[in-house]
């Protein structure tokens, strides 16, 4: 996608070989900054610190970081100590372990002194499946964004989304920007309405940031808006990303999700979830079962801003020492969620549908 008319893409490779180049998030939207991962504790705190965020691309850091902790160390220890050094990073996007399974499942049977190499290879291998992935999710929740433009007769399908699942999430794309991005060149009249997503910002900050590039047409909304704009008639569709998909269907996203799907299924409108198969945890059984990243009760209590100096600063907006809890995510249940839309195709979000992809 574009920045400034620039096509970029969330990481790649340095092409001098000193390592992986990251666009820092947290320096979004104030400045485009790019940050050179050189070794494994670069590519861990770079996740933990959310300068790289979103499941798929957390998880193809975490397949560049073993990489890069391969060049200083190809035996199986230090491979083993990657996996777990960059696993502990963040535990809810189930990505993350599912870009180290397949890292470590290659690497492992070939001989030492081949895996450095090999490993950068299958980092760029799962970053460019990362692309071809979303890119057909574009193309299968395109028609669902056409059949809503038929009904609109003309007029704009509005679209809420919740969080960051665009392409800043990903390696290119995103994953519930992609029918966006897609039917935007279809030529398809759309209106996308952002959430805010409190603590963190990630729909401010970082969705109305690449639609804004983009040139799709946006409004950014406070997280409570959005069940008044349904109850109006002002919104046609939601479409959100997901972190980890339990095998019933239920959906862990961005905390505020399910508030959301409560809202559409009230007001009779089609929720839909979007994610690769990687996404998938075919091994839990049901949505209560996946870890909930609990974060720092200062994201509640503060809250960074552009000072009118133009530096990026934290202000206090509830009175000091007051508790605060910070859960990261939360689940939607299958019931809500219309239909889930993957590289395969959209699905149904039951067990019996789901199983086609484990
Ligand atoms: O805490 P974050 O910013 O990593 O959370 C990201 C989300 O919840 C996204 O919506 C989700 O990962 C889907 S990304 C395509």
């Known amino acids: 996608m574009l920045i400034d008319g620039e096509k970029r893409t969330a990481i790649w490779p340095d092409p001098n070989g000193e390592g992986v180049f990251i666009l820092d998030q947290t320096r979004l939207p104030h400045a485009v900054a790019n940050v050179l991962l050189r070794d494994l504790d670069d ?118 989304t919740h969080c960051n699942a665009g392409w800043l999430a990903t390696v290119d794309w995103g994953t519930a920007t992609a029918p966006i991005y897609k039917a935007q060149g279809a030529g398809i009249p759309l209106h996308v309405f952002v959430d805010e997503t409190r603590p963190r910002n990630q729909g401010a900050s970082l969705t109305a940031f690449e639609l804004g590039q983009q040139k799709v047409p946006h409004t950014l909304i406070v997280d409570n808006a959005g069940g008044h704009l349904m109850q109006r008639g002002e919104i046609d569709m939601a479409i959100v990303g997901a972190d980890r998909i339990a095998a019933n269907g239920d959906a862990c996203n961005k905390i505020g999700t399910y508030l959301k799907a409560l809202a559409a299924r009230d007001c009779g409108l089609p929720f839909y979830v979007a994610a690769p198969v990687s996404t998938f945890d075919p091994a839990l059984a049901e949505g209560r079962l996946i870890p909930i990243e609990e974060r720092a009760p200062e994201e509640v209590t503060f809250m960074p801003g552009l000072a009118p100096n133009g530096e990026v600063i934290s202000v206090r907006i509830a009175p000091k020492d007051t508790p605060a809890r910070n859960p990261g995510f939360d689940v939607t249940p299958a019931r809500l969620v219309s239909g889930i839309i993957t590289e395969k195709g959209v699905f149904e979000a039951s067990t019996e549908a789901l199983a086609a992809l484990a």
């Open 43 to 160: 590519a861990a705190r770079a996740i933990k610190d959310m300068l790289v965020r979103g499941a798929p691309l957390i998880g193809v850091t975490a397949a560049y970081g073993m990489a890069l902790a391969l060049r200083a160390d190809q035996s199986d220890s230090a491979m083993r100590h990657a996996a777990e050094v960059l696993r502990a990073t963040r535990p809810t996007a189930v990505n993350l372990a599912w870009a180290l399974a397949r890292m470590t499942k290659f690497l492992e049977p070939m001989p030492e002194e081949m895996r450095r190499d090999a490993a950068f290879a299958f980092a760029k291998h799962l970053a460019e499946k990362d692309i071809a992935c979303n890119e057909a999710i574009g193309e299968h929740g395109l028609t669902l964004i056409r059949a809503m433009a038929e009904k609109r007769g003309g007029q704009p399908v509005r679209i809420l």
